[in-house]
């Protein structure tokens, strides 16, 4: 039988709690994180109010008709920032396209850091100004409940607490509004076309808010898909590709997709919005040396996160 460890967390604990507690929570994450993954996070600094606000200006966001939304998609810049259209996104080793259309905000640098010239600027939609600053609103919050996880994920480790501090300073992060489109005509589609194909994540840290409907599942150690469902406002968090780079696969990033709704349900679209908290280009993701030892030989090559992005962001065809 499966267990699958996905705990619920309390972000509460590790910023205002007292030695015992924050101890608790970067147990409690570490742990999950070395055998699934994967937890869930609550009072993270989101308010509903604001959470249900972002999803009604993405919902309009992806109803304006084809022809506005493509006015921002803007070639050369893979997908970083503006309007991603459908077919363009294809999960690493399959044929079929995701099933979806997508749009990107990253990096606002403001302290005047040479990090301003190495990221492009976000594209401000005219349609809907409220659009831009409910995601300007969310990217900050999400940063900062990311600062606080690597935190807890860095004790953890046996690292200082602020070893990701500087590193994600101006990090190139990235949030993406997503809208998985309705299917009419599901017998037309390729065997395996679904909404997000297998996959990892690239970054250090995926904070993902909630989705319109259920879809998400992750593969466990038995070769299992397991589905994924957070409770109320909680945010889903998931180790990225960079994380186990760096942790010398001591951190799992696990395998994980959006599958097809029942047929009866593939009219309906599917939103969602994950968080891809990334670190500055430079950042080293060589092996920790205390991640490794006779029975963990060293696993990866010595790669920055910027060269690691470059290389990921060509295998699923949205850097050419």
């Not at 010239?117 to 659009?131: C, G, H, K, R, S």
């Amino acid at each position: 039988m499966n267990t699958v460890n996905i705990p619920r967390l309390d972000l509460d604990f590790y910023k205002h709690g007292d030695k015992d507690q924050r101890k608790q929570f970067s147990d409690a994450i570490g742990k999950a994180f070395n055998e699934t993954g994967f937890v869930t996070i609550t009072n993270h600094g989101l308010d509903k109010g604001l959470i249900d606000k972002l999803y009604e200006d993405v919902k309009a966001l992806f109803a304006l008709p084809d022809a506005i939304k493509l006015k921002y998609e803007i070639p050369g810049l893979a997908g970083q920032r503006g309007y991603t259209s459908k077919g363009k996104e294809t999960a690493k080793g399959l044929k079929a396209p995701d099933l979806k259309e997508f749009w990107q905000i990253g990096q606002t640098v403001t302290d005047g850091s040479y990090l301003k010239d190495e990221y492009p600027t976000n594209i401000v939609i005219d349609e809907l100004p409220a659009f831009n600053s409910t995601t300007l609103e969310v990217y900050k919050k999400l940063e900062s409940a990311g600062k606080y996880l690597l935190q807890a994920i860095a004790v953890y480790l046996g690292l200082s607490e602020d070893y990701f501090d500087d590193k994600i300073h101006n990090g190139n992060s990235i949030l993406r509004t997503l809208h998985y489109f309705p299917i009419t005509d599901p017998d037309s589609l390729p065997d395996d076309a679904v909404r997000a194909g297998a996959h990892e994540d690239i970054n250090l840290i995926t904070l993902l808010i909630g989705a319109s409907a259920d879809g998400l599942e992750l593969l466990t150690r038995e070769n299992k898909w397991f589905p994924v469902k957070a409770y109320g406002e909680d945010l889903v968090v998931n180790v990225g590709d960079m994380l186990q780079r760096l942790t010398n696969n001591k951190l799992k990033s696990t395998t994980h997709r959006v599958v097809n709704p029942p047929r009866e349900l593939m009219k309906y679209s599917r939103y969602s919005v994950p968080f891809f908290l990334h670190p500055q280009s430079g950042m080293d993701l060589t092996c920790l040396p205390s991640c490794i030892d006779k029975d963990h030989p060293k696993q990866y090559t010595d790669i920055t996160a910027g060269e690691y992005l470059d290389e990921r962001l060509r295998e699923i065809g949205l850097k050419k």
